[in-house]
């Protein structure tokens, strides 16, 4: 595809211009590769010394978060430190994953192992993760995902969710070559799409609790990060199946549609605060929703879903807005905390979750123009 220059020349009204205006400010400036490599390379190293210091071994979702963008940004650079120190995690995770063996959550971490098997064919690296994703198949998923008691721990009740186990079980339908997993991955995907999907405002409600809650301003609440993990989570379905799957034309058309909605709410700052329709409750700029949808947006762009001179100013500004809030050792800033609702950021919140999406943007952003 050949693009004849960074600026804006063309807006559609699917998009609308009032984006195209606020991303405009930071269009005309192009975006070096070598530099996207520098500031990922800060970051990951900064985070890897951090958890190498503290001796941090984790099967969660957040450093299963973390490990897909470490994943990314190692196979881009092509050192093999970086498969090293995940592998190390594995190996001392004797490559299980947490102990709510149903809860999405605690199998975030399938991602990085199915990842590395597709790599390094070690059979040790599925061989307990198999059988725990044969047994979510096994489970009936008649439960209501109204956000109550326990049933998070069984179903997807949750919208962040779509990260955590969809792609968990699309990248294992990849790495066995079954396409048993992605099915039950679908399945799961579509019941939490048409339970907290608004069709309206094209954007998940974070779970049942938020249905009739507003913001100060009388919206509704969507949150920035619940939303973001939901776009990142899409995208990875969308990397692991095949182009002829009977559902994937849903997805790309849910995906159009949380873009140019996502899209149409980037700040003037650059980031998508905490409360999309309210960025004014919470005023300062937050990077874990906001890196994800960088990282979406810029997948979109590069497979064809999006227009590249809508959209890519749009994740020109996130990017620029993302780099902006990374402390000169590497650390990531302005993290939302672990939490379920949009809340306050600092320059000085950081969580290894931010720190993935970071890494998963700047990737994508890199093969974006590196090969354009």
Request: overall charge positive; aromatic content about 14%.
């Amino acid at each position: 595809m050949i693009r004849k220059s960074w600026l804006i020349v063309a807006v559609t009204l699917t998009l609308g211009c009032s984006t195209a205006k606020k991303a405009q400010d930071n269009s005309d400036k192009a975006l070096q590769p070598k530099e996207v490599m520098s500031v990922m390379q800060r970051v990951a190293d900064w985070q890897i010394a951090e958890i190498s210091e503290h001796h941090i071994v984790s099967d969660d979702w957040t450093y299963g978060a973390l490990y897909t963008g470490i994943l990314a940004y190692g196979n881009l650079t092509g050192n093999k430190k970086y498969d090293d120190f995940l592998i190390d995690i594995g190996n001392k995770l004797d490559w299980n994953t947490g102990k709510r063996r149903f809860m999405a959550d605690d199998y975030c971490v399938g991602q990085m192992y199915s990842i590395l098997y597709s790599k390094y064919k070690k059979p040790k690296m599925l061989e307990k993760f198999i059988p725990q994703a044969d047994s979510i198949i096994a489970k009936p998923h008649t439960e209501s995902l109204v956000f109550k008691g326990d049933s998070a721990n069984r179903e997807w009740a949750w919208c962040d969710a779509l990260f955590m186990g969809p792609p968990s079980l699309a990248y294992l339908a990849t790495a066995t070559k079954n396409l048993k997993y992605l099915n039950i991955a679908n399945k799961l995907w579509w019941k939490t799409t048409d339970f907290l999907y608004d069709t309206t405002a094209h954007l998940y409600y974070r779970d049942s609790r938020y249905f009739d809650k507003k913001e100060a301003n009388g919206k509704e609440v969507f949150w920035s990060r619940g939303n973001g993990w939901v776009m990142g989570g899409l995208v990875r379905m969308l990397d692991n199946m095949p182009t002829n799957y009977p559902d994937r034309a849903k997805y790309e058309t849910l995906y159009r549609q949380m873009a140019q909605k996502v899209a149409s709410l980037i700040t003037a700052d650059g980031t998508w605060h905490a409360s999309l329709l309210d960025p004014a409750s919470f005023p300062s700029k937050e990077t874990s929703g906001s890196g994800f949808y960088c990282y979406a947006l810029a997948w979109g762009i590069r497979h064809g879903l999006l227009p590249y001179k809508e959209y890519f100013p749009v994740v020109k500004k996130s990017w620029d807005a993302l780099v902006s809030c990374v402390h000169p050792n590497g650390k990531l800033g302005f993290v939302q905390e672990i939490g379920a609702a949009p809340g306050k950021t600092t320059f000085d919140d950081t969580q290894v979750y931010g720190v993935g999406a970071f890494l998963l943007a700047g990737t994508e952003l890199y093969l974006l123009e590196r090969h354009k």
